[in-house]
């Protein structure tokens, strides 16, 4: 899932977008508010995070103008700006939600996994076939066996979970699991997919993965 955090300091940037890659996510980071209005119109982000206190337009004023263009985008105020009345403030500008600084880390990354949650799960778990992902622990299993995966490679399944029975083109797999650095060779995906057939089929003659001709890839239950 792709992040954008809207932060000027760059210590705070850092410390998260280091954070939140290690938990899988594709991160891009914008120091001001104009830079964060503009990202966020040019790219399909699952969240985003935003400062309060920014240079040049206000984080409230970017929330703000995100929602006239895009009501569905979760975004979570993490600002010192810590009185009742500042929360209200940024919930009615239009967040989902309002993190206090100094914030832990494990409580954004809880709070991110809120927004995150897909319509109907309760649970953390997203699956087809015999295979299992568990968002919190990052654990992939085949009738319960553990399959080690890389950061990417997870990030990439976790995506296609998501989206289970729906085709997802190389453009959204790119938009959501990479960052701002990708460089658009789309063949990179390929090599993903074709790592993540191999440990989800073992050998197997049936994949989950299904190659939808010139458009992308479908994970559908067998
Ligand atoms: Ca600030």
């Given at each position: 899932m792709r992040i954008l955090i809207v932060e000027d300091e760059k210590g705070i940037g850092k410390f998260l977008r280091d954070g939140l890659k290690e938990e899988g996510f594709a991160v891009d980071i914008a120091l001001d508010g104009n830079s964060g209005l503009e990202l966020s119109r040019q790219n399909e982000y699952d969240i985003i995070l935003l400062d309060w206190?920014?240079?040049?337009?206000?984080g409230i004023e970017v929330c703000r103008n995100i929602r006239k263009v895009n009501t569905a985008v979760p975004i979570i105020f993490l600002t010192a700006k810590d009185t009742v009345s500042d929360t209200i403030f940024g919930l009615e500008a239009g967040a989902n939600d309002y993190i206090r600084k100094p914030f832990a880390f494990e409580e954004l990354l809880a709070r991110i996994r809120v927004q995150l949650?897909?319509?109907?799960?309760?649970?953390?778990l997203l699956s087809v076939g015999d295979i299992e992902l568990d968002i919190n622990t990052h654990i992939v299993r085949k009738n319960n066996i553990e399959i080690p995966f890389t950061q990417k490679e997870f990030a990439l399944l976790e995506f296609l979970l998501r989206n289970k029975n729906k085709v997802c083109t190389r453009t959204r797999i790119i938009e959501h699991?990479?960052?701002?650095?990708?460089?658009?060779?789309?063949?990179v995906i390929d090599v993903y997919i074709n790592a993540l057939r191999k440990k989800l089929?073992?050998?197997?003659?049936?994949?989950y993965i299904q190659t939808v001709r010139g458009v992308g890839y479908i994970v559908r239950e067998p």
């Open positions: 206190m920014l240079p040049g337009i206000s949650r897909t319509e109907n799960a309760e649970t953390t699991v990479w960052d701002i650095h990708f460089d658009a060779d789309t063949s089929t073992a050998g197997e003659e049936k994949g």
